[in-house]
Nanobody
Framework: QVQLVESGGGLVQAGGSLRLSCAPP????????MGWFRQAPGKEREFVAA????????YYGDSVNGRFTVTRDNAKNTVYLQMNSLKPEDTAVYYC????????????????????WGQGTQVTVSS
């Protein structure tokens, strides 16, 4: 089991930007498809973005498409979520998740498809 660690959350005004990072501490971990999810109080966990092992395939939830960008730097074992044009409704705890796969292009959009999760980082967008 690999412990994932999210960072970069915080308080930002509406219209601002924030970049989240996710990485497994310690040893290098390869062949991870990665995903980002978020959960607001009283709401179900929501899919945000996914990226394949190769980084060549990405997918976004409808609510963030066009505003958020997921990228990865496998040399640094780090996945990023660049969040632009933030809205108050983006306020949530953001989680990264990882799933081992031998496919360089496959990604996952369901929480149940992921094995490894971080503890989450709070993103608060004020109006």
């Amino acid at each position: 089991q690999v412990q994932l660690v999210e960072s970069g959350g915080g308080l930002v005004q509406a219209g601002g930007s924030l970049r989240l990072s996710c990485a497994p501490p310690g040893r290098t971990v390869n062949r991870f498809a990665m995903g980002w999810f978020r959960q607001a109080p009283g709401k179900e966990r929501e899919f945000v973005a996914a990226i394949s092992w190769s980084g060549g395939s990405t997918y976004y939830g409808d609510s963030v498409n066009g505003r958020f960008t997921v990228t990865r730097d496998n040399a640094k074992n780090t996945v990023y979520l660049q969040m632009n044009s933030l809205k108050p409704e983006d306020t949530a705890v953001y989680y990264c998740a990882a799933e081992f796969t031998v496919s360089g292009t496959r990604y996952f959009i369901e929480s149940s498809e992921y094995d490894l999760w971080g503890q989450g980082t709070q993103v608060t967008v004020s109006s």
